[in-house]
């Protein structure tokens, strides 16, 4: 491992791999054969699975949780409080070639890494793949098993391949309950939202 890059306060396995210019910060656990990149920046309290892979600078928010064997490619993007299921991958490369048009052997310099962004309190089903350059909305749900090709708006649920909205979620994840004229209710914590245009907001309390 080198130089110890974390804070006393974060557990690191001994079987991991965390880069020497990576950040972890304090209360965070990175699991046996986990990878984490130069210049990754995780924030605290996060749980990072076993086998799971953080790339060279990526940003992760505070209570993160990036479960096992998930890949996560630079430059991602996850705010506060995001759920990344086990073997989820957030690609990186628009256009996949392992050589050049010439034939040679592609290096760094040959393309541009494209991230995926994942919004406030987002979860991503377990074997989900979500095709950079892509955005997750705020607590929006992606289910097991869809691949993401195209934006995914704040509280939505999708599903399939390719991904396409079947519905809204609330804070706590559950499908939320339509009543009519465009509003919504969590069945599990009653707060109210409103649809308008293809875009839903929750109504204060």
């Known amino acids: 491992m080198g130089e110890e890059p974390v804070t006393a306060a974060a ?8 880069d020497a210019r990576a950040e972890v910060g304090p209360g965070t656990r990175v699991w046996h054969l986990a990878q984490i990149r130069e210049d ?4 605290r309290d996060c749980v990072i699975g076993r086998g799971a892979y953080i790339g060279p600078g990526v940003r992760l928010g505070n209570n993160v949780k990036v479960q096992n064997n998930a890949l996560v490619y630079e430059p991602a993007v996850l705010a506060d409080g995001v759920f990344i299921g086990p073997a989820v991958v957030l690609t990186n490369d628009e256009f996949p070639r392992a050589v050049t048009p010439e034939g040679r052997l592609k290096s760094g310099e040959d393309w541009t890494a494209v991230g995926v962004t994942v919004g406030e309190g987002a979860a991503i089903g377990a074997r989900a793949v979500c095709v950079a350059p892509v955005r997750i909305g705020r607590w929006a749900l992606v289910a097991a098993g869809a691949v993401v090709t195209r934006d995914v708006p704040d509280f939505a649920l ?14 706590a994840g559950e499908p939320l ?19 308008e245009a293809g875009r839903l907001t929750e109504l204060p309390a």
Not at 40 to 43: E, K, P, S, T, Y
Not at 161 to 170: D, H, I, L, M
């Open 40 to 43: 990754a920046v995780l924030g």
């Open 11 to 18: 557990q690191v396995a001994e079987s991991a791999d965390v």
């Open 177 to 195: 309950v339509a009543k009519g004229d465009g509003r919504y209710v969590c069945p599990r914590t009653g707060t109210a939202y409103r649809e």
């Open 158 to 171: 999708v599903r399939g391949v390719p991904a396409r909205q079947a519905g809204w979620v609330g804070r």
